[in-house]
């Protein structure tokens, strides 16, 4: 067991069970459950059973602390269009594909300032600096509570789909540094047959159209860092992140 494992395990038994006792908003919760796969030009058949939702451009900036305390647990912090969103790993599971290990992802999405804070005050195991406020947090507030520095920024242009069928949202990537990355979502209650069930029709509809969904596939701020911080992609290497998530290099 890796030492990131150990401490998911220590998370998921005494602090996770702390933060959802301290926030009754946190009972029922929404998961994001998703799978990352690369393209270059969609399956015909795939486009024609889609429906066009949009195309954006923004800006994502992702935070961490001086000894990327969050990123090294597989959280993400970033703030888009003035709002913050806490990316938290419940865990990770690999769905049997024809050619290879596809990896789905679970998470949930914190995105109320107040909560984030509370979770963060759990997992870093300190409480942010005091501004003698007890209202409701504004996120840069948060930011300095923690003393949070952002470490990186990128510019994505974002083309989203609903297919069809089972209530898939498909977003097409491409990013300010020329990376293409594709990503299915489903989104589902937080209880093991809804799971199951999202992780069923993200496997069948991977294989459905043959996408290329290896495992070994780094999302788009891995793959900036793995080029852009090479300091830091190697201390998410030592930590057990990317054998977490398959990667190898």
């Known amino acids: 067991t890796t030492p990131m494992n150990r401490l998911f395990q220590s998370l998921g038994t005494t602090q996770t069970r702390q933060f959802h006792t301290q926030n009754p908003r946190m009972a029922s919760k929404r998961v994001e459950i998703e799978a990352k796969f690369r393209y270059k030009e969609l399956p015909p058949q795939l486009i024609a059973n889609s429906k066009f939702e949009s195309k954006k451009t923004f800006v994502d900036t992702y935070y961490d602390t001086s000894k990327y305390e969050l990123t090294t647990k597989d959280v993400w912090l970033r703030m888009r ?130 996408l290329d969904s290896t495992h070994s596939i780094r999302g788009k701020v891995l793959e900036y860092i793995s080029t852009h911080n090479k300091d830091l992609y190697a201390k998410w290497k030592d930590c057990g992140l990317l054998r977490s998530k398959g990667i190898q290099n």
């Open 81 to 210: 269009k003035d709002s913050l969103e806490c990316k938290v790993p419940m865990n990770l599971s690999q769905i049997s594909h024809p050619n290879s290990s596809t990896r789905i992802d679970r998470y949930e999405e914190l995105t109320d300032a107040n909560t984030i804070r509370d979770f963060l005050s759990i997992l870093l195991k300190r409480e942010g600096k005091k501004n003698g406020k007890e209202a409701k947090r504004t996120e840069e507030e948060l930011i300095q509570e923690f003393e949070l520095k952002p470490f990186c920024s990128i510019t994505t242009t974002r083309t989203k789909l609903s297919y069809n069928e089972d209530n898939i949202t498909i977003d097409l990537d491409e990013t300010d540094f020329g990376y293409k990355i594709g990503e299915i979502e489903v989104m589902t209650d937080e209880n093991e047959l809804g799971i199951k069930e999202a992780e069923e029709k993200i496997s069948r509809f991977l294989k459905e159209f043959e």
